[in-house]
């Protein structure tokens, strides 16, 4: 086969493997009605917990080094103008416009994804996913469903969570190494953000959520050859997932901020 | 009941079920056996729709299960049991939970009475105490049984078995066959079961059926398929020390 076929084939496979991902969400949505009943209120309550509670720690971490090394290069650079002072600005601004949502969206995908993806498509070798259709369960409806629920509705306040501890990390960088007082620079953290860079933040999260669940999901269901398969799958979900969060974050980007 | 009409089935370029072509009544235990790869977890798979032939046609009753689609393969579906080959527990559930979920699903019976049945059913199959055990804290034949407590607690007309007793000792194996075969005299199911074990299909089927590269290559009763003078049956019973003479003898028994 020549490149230019192989490259078609990869084209087609692309495309229509994202024509029944956007399946798979659309069927998934239509079943938000059921997230109240008794079979799958517990269920969305536990990968609430799941997805977002258990990874506050690895999110603390990666914002809190995030915001330091944000005002560390920015108010270095910023020191040479005397401007150093308005380091709470730039973090703020930043985190709440792209960095915020963006890095939990990556480690939401890394973490939570990669394990959805483990799971559906360990479900679906050793036969369980079977198993639910032949008891008359909607595996969409009873695996998918609350994990789409869960991650659209925590993963704004995980990247609120994020933004918060980024701006402290800021802070703190700038009282140590700038000599910027916490007053100055969270005087200049509300300076210059407006409402409009944190809703557009925090639905980009809502966005990258949705696609981190659809991404996993589809992986998953697709996974074929055992424990092999598993793996690919796994590893196609954190590619893919960060490929199209980054695409995604641009294009909403350019949507708001014209 | 169950009816196989000229079904053909390719899988990775291979043909798996070559005008595959057989009935089973009511009230049956039918086996299918053959080698690994000939085709018999396909033809299982056939009957709850989990495949769908090339061509040919597979009837549930009078609903062709072959070409339903939405409700009515739904509705075939609520018809049947079945007992996967690794029992497809889902593991966050404890063994009750797994048991009682298909009434939770599709019934609005209240929980303590759903609970009360999955105890009935684990009682049934000789599990009373596993109830809150997690499926990794049990045994491969446990296992099974929660499957087989899972797979009945709907009052299935078919129970479809996967290799029930595959990776089981043999005591084990023989509690699972006279499970099956209780569950054929007592609620009068209809039961298919794909094994390697000729010695469970010799013990518990109302007939056989030998599958080899996708064809049906023998079919009779017990006492027929030991006889039967098909080079492949003879083979494939005296890889487990099954002869026409002797080794085996049915003692009713089980």
Same mark, same amino acid.
């Given at each position: 086969m020549n490149a230019w076929a192989r490259l078609g084939r990869q084209v087609l496979t692309a495309l229509r493997d994202t024509g029944r991902a956007l399946v798979l969400l659309a069927e998934a949505t239509s079943q938000v $009605?059921? $997230?109240?009943s008794r079979q799958n209120r517990s269920d969305t309550l536990h990968q609430m917990f799941v997805s977002g509670i258990k990874s506050l720690g690895v999110i603390t971490v990666v914002a809190f080094f995030t915001g330091m090394i944000l005002a560390l290069q920015t108010g270095l650079e910023m020191r040479r103008y005397g401007q150093e002072v308005y380091i709470g600005s730039v973090v703020t601004l930043v985190l709440l416009r792209e960095m915020g949502p963006f890095m939990t969206g990556l480690i939401i995908a890394a973490s939570v994804g990669s394990a959805i993806a483990a799971q559906m498509g360990t479900m679906v070798v050793s036969e369980e996913i079977s198993a639910l259709e032949i008891m008359g369960i909607n595996p969409v409806r009873f695996l998918v469903m609350p994990r789409l629920v869960a991650l659209a509705v925590m993963m704004p306040f995980l990247t609120l969570y994020t933004n918060a501890i980024g701006i402290l990390g800021g802070a703190i960088v700038g009282y140590t190494?700038?000599? $910027?007082?916490f007053i100055a620079y969270f005087d200049n953290c509300t300076r210059y953000a407006e409402n409009k860079d944190l809703l557009v933040g925090l639905f980009k999260a809502f966005v990258f959520g949705v696609i981190v669940v659809t991404v996993a999901c589809h992986q998953g269901f697709a996974t074929t050859e055992g424990a092999v398969g598993v793996g690919r799958a796994t590893r196609r979900t954190v590619i893919i997932s960060f490929l199209t969060i980054l695409t995604m974050g641009y294009f909403l980007t350019r949507m708001f901020y014209k | 009941m169950i009816r196989f009409e000229k079904v053909h089935k390719r899988l990775g370029g291979r043909?798996?079920?070559?005008?595959v072509d057989f009935e089973i009544a009511p009230g049956e235990t039918f086996f299918i056996v053959g080698t690994s790869g000939a085709g018999k977890s396909v033809s299982l798979k056939h009957m709850v729709r989990l495949l769908t032939p090339d061509s040919g046609r597979v009837w549930i009753g009078d609903d062709c299960v072959s070409e339903a689609r939405g409700r009515l393969l739904e509705k075939i579906r609520t018809r049947f049991g079945v007992l996967f080959q690794g029992a497809a527990l889902l593991n966050w559930m404890c063994a009750g939970d797994n048991v009682g979920l298909p009434l939770l699903e599709r019934t609005n019976r209240p929980e303590e009475e759903i609970e009360a049945l999955a105890r009935e059913k684990l009682a049934l199959v000789g599990l009373e105490t596993a109830y809150d055990k997690m499926p990794g804290e049990l045994s491969g034949g446990m296992r099974k049984r929660v499957g087989l407590a899972r797979a009945i607690i709907t009052s299935p007309e078919i129970i479809l078995y996967d290799e029930p007793t595959s990776g089981l000792d043999p005591v084990t194996s023989r509690s699972i066959d006279q499970l099956i075969d209780n569950l054929r005299q007592g609620l009068g199911v209809t039961s298919v079961v794909v094994t390697h074990d000729m010695h469970s299909a010799l013990a518990i089927a109302t007939r056989i059926a030998m599958l080899d590269a996708g064809r049906i290559v023998e079919l009779g009763t017990p006492a027929e398929f030991i006889k039967s003078p098909n080079e492949k049956v003879q083979q494939f019973l005296q890889a487990q020390y099954i002869t026409q003479r002797g080794a085996w003898e049915k003692t009713g028994t089980l």
């Open positions: $009605v059921f $997230v109240f190494q700038l000599d $910027v007082s | 043909t798996v079920l070559d005008g």
